[in-house]
């Protein structure tokens, strides 16, 4: 453990930490999605950590851009802990399974294998803690809520909400925001990685 928190290795989470929080802050909503539905490329630098330094390296990047935004929370830290638990999901399967053999193909399983864990994970979330716990925190009812998600989802209602929602919303979203992050990280992360090592 005392040899991974070098001076040099803090630094450089450091580092991916802040490019994360900047890029966490520039989101946008998509006209194909619920406007609440924000979409971000924050677990970039994270991947990129991961997999330059190891899977604690990036699973940090995660909670150190999350605990720096949770002062600023407009969802009463239900979207920080959403996204808390779907970078996890995302950086540590495909960090872990690229640190056992750093190769082209290693990195492409790893990517993959953490795309399905995030896009999977954020279903079992979003049905049985995110959406409750936003209805709970923001006062909301389930009716509201799908008022809220009418404009692209036009047959959603309180009785088919979970169905509707979890499928044609939370599901490609999550799926769109993985496939960019895994492809950014698939072309960018060689060169980047040849500028930490000599670093070192």
């Known amino acids: 453990m005392e040899k991974f928190f070098t001076s040099k290795n ?4 450091g580092i991916f930490s802040a490019l994360a929080t900047i890029l966490y802050f520039v989101n946008f909503s998509l006209p194909i999605f619920p406007s609440f539905l924000k979409l971000h490329f924050s677990d970039l630098p994270a991947l990129i950590c991961g997999f330059a330094l190891g899977p604690l390296a ?9 605990l720096i935004k949770l002062p600023f929370t407009e969802t009463l830290c239900v979207g920080e802990i959403a ?5 996890l999901a995302f950086v540590l399967p ?3 399974v690229y640190s056992k053999n750093k190769e082209k193909g290693s990195a492409i399983l790893g990517l993959f294998l953490g795309t399905l864990c995030s896009v999977g994970t954020s279903l079992l979330a979003n ?12 006062n909301l009812t389930l009716d509201t809520l799908a008022k809220m998600c009418s404009p692209v989802l036009p047959m959603i209602n309180a009785q088919n909400f979970y169905r509707i929602y979890i499928f044609g919303a939370a599901l490609p979203f999550n799926a769109l925001r993985c ?3 895994a492809i950014f990280t698939f072309l960018v992360y ?3 990685s040849s500028l930490l090592k000599r670093w070192s």
Do not use: E, N, Q
Request: a positive charge.
């Open 190 to 192: 060689k060169r980047i």
């Open 94 to 96: 495909a960090s872990m």
């Open 179 to 181: 496939f960019a992050s």
């Open 127 to 138: 049905r049985f803690v995110i959406i409750p716990f936003y209805l709970g925190a923001m």
């Open 58 to 66: 990036g699973a940090l990047t995660v909670l150190i851009k999350i």
């Open 10 to 13: 803090i630094a450089k989470i």
């Open 83 to 87: 996204d808390l638990i779907t970078g």
